[in-house]
């Protein structure tokens, strides 16, 4: 196994570089320089289901009960907690 950097190497990266590297692509991305690949997987799917299978438990806490497609299954789904 090669090690590609030292310890001290690897402190300098994390502590001082990588601070700077983050805080370059949080900028950036607020600025909306990213590529779209980056968010395919962060972006929901269109689902079908419709609006009448989904029913709100508890507003206050974000609880919603929806039925699933087939309409087997109800599920309770905890916006906060996710």
Not at 37 to 57: E, F, G, H, R
Request: proline share 2%.
């Amino acid at each position: 196994m090669v090690m590609a950097f030292s310890l001290p190497q690897l402190v300098d990266f994390i502590v001082i570089r990588y601070e700077a590297y983050m805080e370059k692509h949080l900028i950036d991305f607020s600025r909306g320089c990213y590529y779209m690949a980056l968010l395919q997987n962060m972006m929901p799917t269109d689902a079908k289901i419709a609006s009448t299978d989904i029913t709100v438990v508890d507003v206050a806490a974000y609880i919603y009960s929806v039925r699933s497609l087939s309409g087997e299954n109800v599920y309770l789904v905890d916006l906060i907690h996710g």
